[in-house]
């Protein structure tokens, strides 16, 4: 579970930082602070913390939109920064994948009832 959690930080820094860049303060706590969700095991929150991950993807690619757009606009070279804001929000993407809920499956109780 531990190997599983590491990407996970190191994508939540990666969104932070980027929030950073824009002053957005809160949004970098909120991006910081949501791996430490996981230490409460719900199924819930574990759920909350994969929608606000699938979130963080969507705003980089949101960004790489609006940046190839303003570089095209201008004429300067774009494809160097849309390779690399493309794997930020691909490693967003899948770093949140091994995160499924058969990884509390032990931990979380069963309703036999479903």
């Known amino acids: 579970m531990v190997l599983r959690i590491i990407p996970l930080i190191l ?3 990666l969104l932070g930082a980027h929030f950073l860049r ?3 303060i809160i949004l970098v706590g909120v991006s910081v602070l949501a791996p430490l969700l996981l230490l409460i095991k719900k199924r819930w929150i574990l759920l909350l913390v ?3 991950a699938y979130v963080g993807a969507l705003v980089w690619v949101h960004t790489t939109f609006v940046l190839v757009q303003q570089r095209m606009m201008v004429g300067t070279p774009w494809l160097r920064m849309f390779l690399i804001s493309r794997r930020c929000h691909s490693f967003h993407f899948v770093r949140w994948i091994p995160l499924g809920l058969r990884c509390h499956k032990a931990t979380l109780p ?3 009832h479903q």
């Open 22 to 24: 824009g002053s957005s």
């Open 50 to 52: 994969q929608g606000l």
């Open 110 to 112: 069963v309703n036999q």
């Open 11 to 13: 994508a939540s820094l």
